[in-house]
């Protein structure tokens, strides 16, 4: 099992352009989260994905951004027309949802910088 | 709302001394899970633990061991004979087990620097 991972690791973008970033989970898991973590902050829920649907977006999400996960497996998240204030790590987890154990393991994340 | 509180906001430390981290948590459910990541220089989130809310034993895995204490809604994470190699951000987490979405609320982490 190679574990979570995210590609690129690094993007920098001119604000207003799009940008697009993917996400391969565990196999097997069927729960996949993104979160956006800003310098010196904890990270921050913004949407997730049980299979292939989309189940919870946090108002964190606005409407520049849009994830998908097309057959349950990797998944992607891009914002359109990019912002300063975007610029931010952003993480994905994955995680399998058990009677009682859930666990999610993140990905090595895609740091974002926004000129 | 949940919530989760990292009061201390860095730590630094000699190799081998005790570190203890502190994490205190809000939560109206009455079961939950709590969770400690470690984020090294790198960036990426390693998952140490997970405690259930209705399983209040300690736990050790080597150096590591965490104090679970409902009565102060408290999750202390202590690293005995710190290393070097222990420096990083440690984020304390906090998920709730009703409805279908486990997110993971997170506290502001610890960074830890240990000094030769």
């Known amino acids: 099992d190679t574990g979570v991972s995210q590609n690129p690791r690094h993007k920098i973008t001119k604000r207003g352009q799009n940008v697009t970033f993917r996400c391969d989970p565990i196999?097997?898991?069927?729960?996949l989260y993104w979160y956006r973590q800003t310098l010196g902050q904890g990270p921050e829920f913004l949407t997730y994905f049980q299979n292939e649907a989309q189940l919870e977006k946090s108002r964190l999400l606005s409407d520049r951004f849009s994830a998908e996960r097309p057959k349950g497996s990797f998944s992607t998240l891009e914002i359109q027309r990019t912002e300063q204030g975007d610029s931010a790590m952003y993480l994905c987890a994955s995680s399998y949802s058990g009677v009682w154990e859930e666990t999610q393991y993140f990905g090595p994340g895609t740091r974002l910088l926004v000129l | 709302a949940q919530k989760v509180t990292q009061a201390q906001t860095e730590i630094s430390v000699v190799e081998k001394e005790d570190v203890t981290l502190d994490c205190v948590y809000e939560t109206r459910d009455t079961t939950y899970y709590l969770f400690w990541y470690k984020q090294p220089p790198s960036g990426e989130l390693v998952f140490l633990i997970r405690?259930?809310?209705?399983?209040?034993q300690n736990e050790i895995s080597g150096r590591y061991s965490w104090n679970f204490q409902k009565s102060t809604s408290s999750f202390n994470f202590t690293i005995t004979a710190s290393q070097v190699v222990d420096s990083a951000v440690y984020f304390c987490?906090?998920?709730?087990?009703?409805?279908?979405?486990?997110?993971?609320?997170f506290g502001k982490g610890i960074t830890l620097s240990v000094r030769p």
């Open positions: 987490a906090l998920s709730e087990l009703t409805g279908a979405n486990s997110k993971l609320t």
């Open positions: 405690r259930n809310s209705f399983d209040e």
């Open positions: 196999s097997e898991h069927n729960r």
